[in-house]
């Protein structure tokens, strides 16, 4: 009877806090970010138990369920998004696929984040849709507005106009242990409402899917190009990839649902999964809320996103590269580029710098430092920590807009191709003059080998097969595929050549 009562009381002081809470929104919800409206939502409501320490999801899975919204969506024939990567590479986006034509319709999942109707999915789920319709945990359905899209982060924000509507409750990704359970929750192959269990396996995990996707996507003028000459131009990439890695089972039509921790808390937005099949095979990948955060607060205020830039390119250090640029750390982000004009030039960034730190935390991908770029506006500071010449400086980079980072060449506070010849994992012979006559080629090398379990063997990449450029340059050598690999300023990699089959191209 004590424990009735008190669960009584609980509920009562809820309940008034939440009234209260909605009461203040109704006459503030216009002028409050998303962020602040989360605040006033759950301010009384703290976290119970270790997010990383329950294993009793029930009342986890019971307050995000109802938040989770099914989402359906309906394309032209024309409109639909393009198919998958020509190779595939094992990453398909939920509700899409590889190799299939544009569908007529779609459906994926969402995340509301506001009484009064804010709610997040993911980019690749609504772009170019004609009509979003929003089926809420009552089902009813409601079309919903889009109030923003961005390819580079495969976030989108929508809007129904709705009241009192449930609410999930933000959390903080920065504090996302690996280890530690989680939930996925959304709408899986058409079931309903589906949530599923597993562990944190990865952070800051990038698998190129986002970059691959803008480059099968040409602009009219570039399509238009290709037909006229058979090439695609290679266009630079701003994606943003960070992904927490989850084995959580999510499926095809998961896409844009909630990824939360043992509180109930959102801590990613589910956005692609790594599988040969285009199911679930143990690897799911979510977009952290503290990179959402960001860019919905941006689609709210502006309509767009407004990213603020360094100004610089590097490569991911590691044993190979750092032996080709003759340093001693393998730790760390070389700068192999800095752009005239920039906020990296202006802060005193060099070329052979290696960036160690931002804000103060150890760096060691490029993953690292783009999902704290990506959080952050033009005219914002960011302190980074460099070595040179052995010693460490730090230093304080005001970020420029994307009108001045353009105005002097496209690039991101980015990367360039971390690639090797060691983890192409192939090795490689001068193409004999008789092979190139064959196929009507004047330079080109020959792979003569292949190592289980590195790029070229998850490809799928023969051996015999004739490579004529890398990134753009023609090979003949060894040499001419190392000095050719660190050359991308898109952070892919590009190969070309000829084979039985006739010409063709890949990019990872």
Do not use: C
């Amino acid at each position: 009877m004590k424990k009735l009562g008190v669960i009584f009381l609980a509920a009562l002081v809820g309940g008034g806090t939440s009234i209260g809470a909605y009461k203040y929104l109704d006459r503030n919800d216009r002028d409050m970010s998303i962020t602040e409206t989360q605040k006033v939502l759950f301010a009384n409501n703290p976290a119970k138990i270790s997010s990383a320490g329950s294993v009793d999801f029930v009342q986890a899975a019971a307050a995000v369920s109802p938040a989770v919204v099914h989402i359906r969506t309906v394309f032209s024939n024309t409109g639909g998004r393009s198919s998958g990567s020509p190779l595939d590479l094992m990453e398909e986006f939920f509700g899409g696929g590889g190799r299939r034509s544009a569908p007529r319709a779609a459906s994926g999942s969402g995340v509301i984040l506001t009484p009064d109707g804010y709610i997040v999915t993911n980019n690749h789920v609504v772009e170019k849709a004609e009509k979003v319709e929003v089926v809420l945990s009552n089902r009813r359905k409601v079309i919903a507005k889009v109030v923003g899209t961005d390819p580079n982060t495969d976030l989108a924000l929508l809007k129904v106009e709705e009241t009192n509507l449930p609410v999930v409750k933000m959390g903080n990704s920065d504090n996302v242990q690996i280890g530690e359970w989680v939930l996925a929750v959304g709408f899986p192959l058409d079931l309903e409402t589906t949530v599923t269990a597993g562990i944190i396996s990865a952070k800051a995990r990038s698998i190129g899917i986002l970059a691959r996707q803008q480059q099968q996507q040409p602009t009219q003028e570039e399509y238009e190009e290709y037909q006229r000459t058979g090439k695609l131009p290679s266009r630079a990439s701003n994606a943003i990839e960070s992904y927490i890695q989850t084995d959580a089972a999510i499926n095809p039509g998961n896409s844009g649902g909630a990824l939360v921790n043992a509180n109930g808390e959102l801590i990613g937005i589910n956005a692609a999964i790594a599988s040969r099949t285009g199911t679930n095979e143990g690897y799911g990948f979510a977009i952290p809320i503290n990179l959402a955060k960001k860019i919905l607060e941006d689609f709210k205020k502006y309509g767009e996103v407004r990213r603020g830039y360094i100004g610089v390119t590097f490569v991911a250090l590691d044993a190979d590269y750092a032996e080709k640029m003759k340093v001693k750390d393998i730790n760390g982000l070389y700068v192999n580029e800095v752009l005239p004009n920039s906020g990296g030039a202006a802060a005193g960034i060099q070329k052979g710098d290696i960036i160690k730190k931002v804000e103060g935390v150890e760096i060691f991908d490029s993953p690292d430092l783009q999902e704290r770029i990506g959080r952050m506006s033009p005219g914002e500071k960011v302190n980074l920590t460099v070595l040179r010449d052995g010693k460490l400086r730090d230093l304080t980079v005001t970020l420029k807009g994307e009108t001045s980072a353009k105005a002097d060449k496209p690039a991101l506070a980015a990367k360039s191709t971390g690639a090797s010849i060691s983890k192409l994992g192939a090795t490689f012979a001068p193409a004999p003059d008789a092979l190139k006559a064959k196929y009507g080629v004047k330079n080109g090398v020959v792979v003569t080998g292949v190592e289980s379990g590195k790029i070229f063997d998850s490809l799928d990449v023969p051996k015999g097969l004739l490579i004529t450029t890398v990134n753009g340059k023609a090979v003949n050598s060894v040499k001419d595929i190392e000095d050719a690999l660190p050359t991308s300023k898109n952070g892919m990699t590009t190969i070309s050549g000829v084979s039985g089959n006739g010409n063709f191209t890949f990019t990872f």
